[in-house]
């Protein structure tokens, strides 16, 4: 059965650094989404992706956060200058399609900057 | 604003047990669909069942079931005669239309759920 894979699951980071998470989406979907969980907590909503854009982002995912679709499999997170608050599970979501439909997640990043 | 409320922080049962657990959601949004998912100790989000605003007949599936109202806004989750395997968090999620595409799920802070022998 197809399943959302992320790479790597887990990383440590030093505080400033650059992190990118890589997720592969189920082959045939169309929607990407990133959520965020820190430990303890409950699933929050990052960004989706659609179409090669950006169809809506929370507040959290400000200017140090940047998503990118390099090829036609891969799916990126990035966080540019990492903060101790960034210390997270980061969950990948795609779904085949948009109003309603499952989001199928992968394993998650667990992401621990220091 | 999209709500989820999953007053039940952490439940304990010993196995064999039925266990329902609550959740209760706000929307002004007259089409709407619910979620749960299923977070074992590995992490990772299991999908368990979606379901539309438009169908509000009870779902069974194995030991699972789903009791939709929406005259009190509730997607309860039933585990009939529960197992150890079980234990896990439960999260509810409702998912909101973006004006851009797709969905974004709206997640409660889930209950943990302990099955013990």
């Known amino acids: 059965e197809p399943e959302v894979t992320q790479t790597p699951s887990h990383q440590v980071t030093q505080m400033g650094q650059e992190v990118i998470l890589r997720c592969v989406p189920i082959?045939?979907?169309?929607?990407f989404y990133w959520y965020r969980q820190i430990l303890g907590q409950k699933v929050e909503f990052l960004v989706s992706f659609y179409n090669n854009e950006i169809s809506e982002k929370s507040e959290i995912f400000d200017d140090q956060f940047s998503v990118e679709r390099p090829d036609g499999s891969n799916f990126t997170l990035k966080i540019r200058s990492t903060k101790l608050e960034d210390s997270a599970m980061y969950f990948c979501a795609s779904s085949v399609r948009g109003q309603g439909e499952t989001q199928y997640f992968g394993p998650g990043t667990r992401l621990l900057v220091l | 604003a999209q709500k989820v409320t999953q007053a039940q922080t952490e439940i304990s049962v010993v196995e064999k047990e039925d266990v329902t657990l609550d959740c209760v959601y706000e929307t002004r949004d007259t089409t709407y669909y619910l979620f749960w998912y299923k977070q074992p100790p590995s992490g990772e989000l299991v999908f368990l069942i979606r379901r539309n605003s438009f169908d509000e007949q009870n779902e069974i599936s194995g030991r699972y079931s789903w009791n939709f109202q929406k005259s009190t806004s509730s997607f309860n989750f039933t585990i009939t005669a529960s197992q150890v395997v079980d234990s896990a968090v439960y999260f509810c999620?409702?998912?909101?239309?973006?004006?851009?595409?797709?969905?974004?799920?709206?997640f409660g802070t889930g209950t943990q759920l302990k099955v013990e022998l």
């Open positions: 999620a409702l998912s909101e239309a973006l004006t851009g595409g797709g969905n974004k799920l709206t």
């Open positions: 082959s045939n979907h169309l929607y």
